[in-house]
């Protein structure tokens, strides 16, 4: 079904790198939402009126503010689609963020309130009664419920959505809350044993602990996680394939939402070629990547010394010294001015976030370049790897 619907509703729906591509997927999902949260609520409210029954009838309202969510989808997808303006050059992409967070509010609010409830149920037990229309309606709302959840997370798969995969997991919730209600009515009428209360609590928790994760999810890139090590890595690679460039370093991208990056990476470039020859390089490297990549990539260019000797030389002493401290070091932006009675080393130091104190490492390194000749003048400003590992 999630295939039919997808092939016959999304143009060119291999393409979910294009944002259009996306937006469809995106505005499918929330159609679908509402029209199946719209019809169980019909089901059950009409069938809740005609058997009086108080849970059916609830269970129907749940569905309604479910449809809600939907809406919420839709409209924050519609929303990120907007282009750049002068307030946001950046796009809008990052409102499919803040949708998605609000769903997990709505979820963690639907796990809150059960909470509550299922505690009143524990200090106040109810008497439960059993309906086997309204059992077969609940059972019909878990598969509408089960397909929503597993359409939502395939489509949010696809294209990399959080407010897709926030709906797939508040989906999951109802689902789970609607079978713990049909087991509990099971066991009291099988069993004469009335767990609602307690089985209720686990399932909020359950529901609580799945909005906390959407929540955490959705905060990462609002607040500025780090990239993708595959995406990363498939930018260096690619600008390390051109002709004259040498090597790569400061590797940044900047996400404004989905399919919407920006990188900057740092180009070294020997700095006896002809500019005029590099920069013509670096354009095309930086065209050709955004295009192949979807990314608007901007690279600086660092000009390095790749044949004199004695300079080449301190460079590999000092590669020496920085992975005797540690071998997971680097460095990069290297320079050096020859003196008589000193000699200067700059460079950028590269070091690992795990490691609690740079200046320590920093110190090291220094101390290890002078065994190798006291009149080395180390100058190094510490490194931070944007870089998620």
């Known amino acids: 079904m999630t295939n039919f619907l997808v092939k016959h509703f999304v143009r060119n729906y291999q393409n979910t790198e294009d944002l259009e591509v996306r937006t469809a997927y995106g505005i499918l999902a929330g159609v679908v939402g509402i029209i199946c949260n719209l019809f ?144 509990s009515i099971l066991i009291f009428h099988f069993f004469h044993l009335n767990v609602d209360g307690l089985i209720g609590l686990i399932v909020a928790a359950i529901v609580i602990w799945a909005g906390v994760g959407i929540a955490r999810d959705t905060l990462s890139p609002l607040i500025g996680a780090p990239a993708d090590p595959e995406t990363c890595a498939a930018i260096t690679k690619m600008v390390e394939s051109y002709d004259g460039i040498m090597g790569t370093h400061d590797l940044i991208v900047h996400n404004y939402g989905p399919g919407r990056s920006i990188a900057s990476i740092h180009a070294e470039v020997p700095q006896d070629a002809d500019i005029r020859a590099s920069h013509e390089i670096i354009d095309k490297a930086e065209r050709e990547v955004s295009q192949k990549l979807n990314i608007l990539l901007v690279i600086h260019m660092d000009p390095i010394e790749t044949h004199d000797k004695r300079v080449l030389a301190v460079r590999s002493q000092v590669d020496e010294a920085v992975h005797s401290v540690d071998p997971e070091l680097s460095f990069h932006d290297f320079r050096m001015i020859d003196g008589k009675n000193q000699i200067n080393l700059i460079f950028d130091l590269l070091i690992p976030d795990k490691i ?24 190094i400003t510490v490194d931070t790897d944007f870089i998620s590992r």
């Open 40 to 183: 169980l609520f019909a089901v059950k409210f009409i069938s809740g009126s005609l058997l009086h029954s108080v849970a059916v009838t609830a269970d129907a309202f749940n569905n309604f503010s479910d449809a809600g969510s939907s809406i919420i989808s839709l409209v924050g997808v519609k929303m990120a689609e907007k282009p750049a303006d002068r307030d946001h050059p950046f796009g809008h992409g990052r409102i499919e963020y803040i949708a998605a967070l609000i769903v997990a509010f709505l979820v963690l609010d639907v796990g809150f309130g059960f909470f509550k409830d299922s505690f009143e149920k524990i200090l106040h037990p109810e008497e439960l009664t059993f309906h086997a229309v309204s059992v077969v309606i609940l059972i019909l709302s878990i598969g509408v419920k089960f397909w929503m959840s597993c359409f939502n997370r395939s489509l949010g798969k696809k294209i990399d959505s959080k407010i897709m995969m926030a709906t797939a997991a508040d989906a999951m919730g109802d689902m789970i809350t609607t079978s713990v209600t049909i087991l």
């Open 356 to 379: 609690k104190d740079p200046n320590e490492i920093k110190n090291q390194v220094v101390k290890a370049l002078k065994k190798k000749d006291q009149r080395y003048n180390c100058i």
